[in-house]
């Protein structure tokens, strides 16, 4: 089967944005056209040595070791670079793959899709459509109602859980400004 086609297949259900240059549709973006973009010195501070390797040099985590493998607290995983919505804690469940695994996201344009080859296999990467940081993988072998599994590391998120979104609504509509802080060496948003 065709790469065309196999991302066809995955991508039936949802439209999504696409990457790849190599494909006939979706914008070819590079580090430079990304709507968020942050200096790599930037980045390098803020993120720790596992962050910056899995966002920015698409790298991955060992599986069943990452903070959120095994989180269940309600909230919003965001990307650890540019703080973007991506996955309900609603949408996670137990792949038994030994990483964070999702089944929806919080938007369909909240992630990009393109063709990976690496490893002499096709997988379809997923980053985060603001700022381009390497999250993981898509794979069509998740439950229903999207049969998708988002496959993502752990070291790419932040999360912000249900309570504390609530406070920072509340902060936001009073004027005040949402701020990043830094827990157990991650960045959260």
């Not at 793959?97 to 919080?106: K, Q, R």
């Not at 379809?124 to 898509?138: D, F, I, M, P, Y």
């Not at 072998?141 to 590391?153: A, H």
């Amino acid at each position: 089967m065709s790469g065309f086609n196999l991302l066809h297949l995955i991508t039936k259900s949802q439209p999504v944005t696409l990457r790849s240059c190599s494909l006939p549709t979706g914008p070819c973006r590079t580090k430079k056209t990304w709507p968020v973009s942050f200096s790599q010195e930037e980045i390098r501070k803020r993120l720790t040595p596992i962050q910056y390797h899995v966002t920015q040099e698409r790298g991955t985590e060992s599986a069943f070791r990452g903070e959120f493998t095994h989180h269940k607290d309600d909230g919003t995983y965001a990307c650890v670079v540019c703080g973007a919505s991506l996955f309900s804690s609603k949408t996670k469940f137990d792949s038994g793959s030994g990483w964070p695994s999702f089944f929806d996201l919080v938007k369909e344009e909240s992630i990009t899709l393109s063709d990976d080859f690496s490893y002499g296999m096709h997988r379809v990467e997923t980053t985060c459509s603001q700022c381009g940081a390497h999250l993981g993988h898509l794979f069509d072998d998740g439950p229903k109602p999207t049969g998708k599994r988002y496959c993502i590391n752990s070291a790419s998120l932040a999360f912000q859980s249900k309570d504390t979104a609530s406070s920072t609504s509340s902060s936001t509509a009073t004027g005040e400004a949402a701020s990043s802080s830094v827990s157990n060496g991650k960045t959260e948003f």
